[in-house]
């Protein structure tokens, strides 16, 4: 299957602090990333959709302005918590768009942010 | 709206085959079927599109049953690697290429 990286696997911040998490198609190139956020033992909520080139679409009561999102090329896109506080803790999925016409996404291996 | 899996969770013994059910009450354009380690990415495993097809992953399988919209996981002669946590996503036709996934299923394999 297709390979998406993201990175960092985990940070740890304080209060108040920016985060910026970044996720990869390595071989090849996703015109749609997805963010999800992950609960513990919950299932997958996505949190938006991030186009190449445009403005990212974002889910009914999730801030864009908290999380702010950035897909400047095909193959990279950026979420950025911004002013982190520890509510925002917890595990950051993105997933990139393989196929348009079958809508197969795959997956990065996640971020878990933990806020002091 | 979210789609249901049941059961929640499976505990099987090496060589025992499982069926994990995603039901949901929105006109299904196509399933897909992901697996999840702790702390890890979920894996692809296979996707179903409308029209009722029967898709086989080793010894992994799957059906999709559009009138239902009602989609069955098979394992079967289960091994230890398959243990994990399954999830369902699922698209209609209004949800512009989002997949909304279901609560999981925990599968637990024993030797």
């Known amino acids: 299957g297709a390979v998406v990286s993201q990175h960092p696997s985990r940070v740890i911040c304080k209060s108040g602090t920016s985060v910026k998490i970044e996720c990869r198609s390595l071989?090849?190139?996703?015109?749609?990333m997805f963010w999800y956020r992950q609960f513990p033992k919950q299932s997958l909520m996505l949190m938006a959709t991030?186009?190449?080139?445009?403005?990212?679409?974002?889910e009914q009561g999730v801030e864009k302005d908290k999380f702010l999102i950035n897909h400047a090329s095909l193959t990279l896109s950026t979420l950025t918590v911004t002013s982190a506080h520890p509510e925002d803790s917890s595990f950051y999925i993105c997933s990139g768009r393989y196929s348009l016409a079958k809508n197969i996404q795959y997956f990065g291996a996640g971020t878990r942010l933990s806020v002091l | 709206q979210q789609p249901v899996q049941s059961p929640q969770a499976v505990i099987l013994r090496e060589g025992e085959d499982a069926v994990i059910n995603c039901s949901s009450s929105k006109a299904l354009y196509s399933v897909h079927w992901y697996r999840q380690k702790h702390g890890e990415a979920p894996v692809f495993l296979m996707i179903l599109l409308k029209g009722g097809e029967q898709k086989g992953h080793e010894k992994i399988s799957a059906s999709f049953n559009e009138k239902k919209q009602q989609s069955s996981l098979y394992l079967t002669a289960s091994q230890l690697s398959y243990s994990g946590t399954y999830f369902c996503?699922?698209?209609?036709?209004?949800?512009?290429?989002?997949?909304?996934f279901g609560q999981g299923t925990i599968l637990t394999v024993h030797p």
């Open positions: 991030s186009n190449e080139g445009s403005k990212a679409t974002y």
């Open positions: 071989d090849f190139q996703a015109t749609t």
């Open positions: 996503g699922t698209r209609d036709s209004a949800s512009y290429g989002k997949l909304t």
